[in-house]
């Protein structure tokens, strides 16, 4: 069964999430979005940062935040590489299906979320999406807020457009090519692709709101507890990972683990997307660190615009950082 669910990734993401010589220990099961944000994780499975520090680490590709956020809450996996967003709304009882995690935690950052919003050739701004499709993965979680803000600004609120659930970042990218919406919001490197073929980048999420906690790794708290020496070093691991692909020295090596690792890329999409996530201003956060101002403007959002309406409470309870102070100290 490992081994047919480790196949299955390698098909689907072109990665086996293990490696070798803890195999005595029980895997971490780690499930994620697949795309160019998961380059930091690319990168301590291939240097062997893991195996460094005793873990093994199996990685499952979601089609979209409910089948993660529902697999965290039910122990089907350990950790979450999420948007912050799905964390909150999945703990406050706000998630796209009613499903409640009273204990889930943030417990390392990631990134500022990489959204940019995308739309097909013929619409030309944010404005010109007045009577057209939008897809997003669900409409009360993850980056949905921010689009949502993106298009307020421009003057433009429900009924003006129309919302439409496709999936994960892989899944709307796909619809959008096939012209099945007019817009979606897209993380990087994905942007980077549809641009080259004529679609237009017409707003970005830092641009639009500033600081913004994108993905985090999300946890349940009571695992967290039971398993903290095994959640420390992957923290850390993951940390050495961003580490790594910032040191300029690595950049050739950085390379060819993208092009590994990333579905039907190539030289030139890899050297595209090094400068847009690699970058102290956009880009991974270094050494996975969480930005609390990111963590404020995610529950801002979601105070405007969550439904139901609920207050959220203050930014530290949804973020336990005694697990990475104590990762980074190994």
């Not at 009924?159 to 899944?171: A, C, L, M, N, S």
């Amino acid at each position: 069964m490992k081994f047919m669910k480790q196949l299955v990734w390698a098909i689907v993401f072109g990665v086996v999430g293990s490696v070798n010589g803890y195999a005595a220990e029980k895997p971490l099961e780690v499930i994620v979005f697949p795309g160019g944000s998961d380059w930091p994780l690319w990168v301590a499975l291939e240097k062997g940062f893991y195996a460094a520090d005793g873990v093994t680490v199996n990685v499952t590709p979601t089609p979209s935040s409910v089948f993660q956020m529902t697999g965290l809450i039910d122990g089907k996996f350990d950790i979450a590489l999420t948007a912050m967003d799905n964390l909150v709304a999945y703990r406050e009882g706000q998630g796209e299906v009613p499903k409640v995690g009273e204990d889930l935690i943030a417990v390392m950052g990631g990134d500022r979320g990489f959204l940019k919003l995308v739309s097909t050739p013929q619409v030309k701004s944010v404005a010109a999406l007045r009577g057209k499709t939008v897809s997003v993965d669900a409409r009360g979680t993850g980056y949905a807020f921010v689009l949502y803000e993106m298009l307020d600004r421009a003057g433009l609120h429900e009924p003006d457009f129309q919302i439409e659930r496709v999936g994960g970042v892989k899944q709307r990218f796909d619809a959008l090519l096939e012209g099945k919406q007019q817009a979606t919001l897209l993380v990087s490197p994905f942007e980077l692709r549809a641009h080259a073929d004529g679609f237009n980048i017409l707003a970005s999420g830092l641009d639009t709101v500033g600081a913004y906690q994108g993905m985090v790794a999300g946890v349940r708290a009571a695992w967290a507890q039971s398993n903290r020496a095994r959640l420390e070093a992957f923290i850390n691991a993951y940390a050495k990972g961003v580490e790594w692909l910032y040191d300029p020295a690595n950049r050739h090596d950085a390379m060819r683990i993208y092009m590994k690792y990333a579905p039907n890329s190539n030289l030139t999409e890899a050297e595209a997307a090094y400068p847009v996530l690699v970058n102290e201003e956009t880009g991974f956060q270094r050494r996975a660190a969480i930005e609390p101002a990111g963590i404020e403007e995610v529950l801002k959002l979601r105070d405007k615009w969550a439904n139901p309406e609920k207050r959220m409470h203050d930014p530290s309870n949804y973020y336990d950082p005694s697990f990475y102070d104590d990762a980074l100290k190994r």
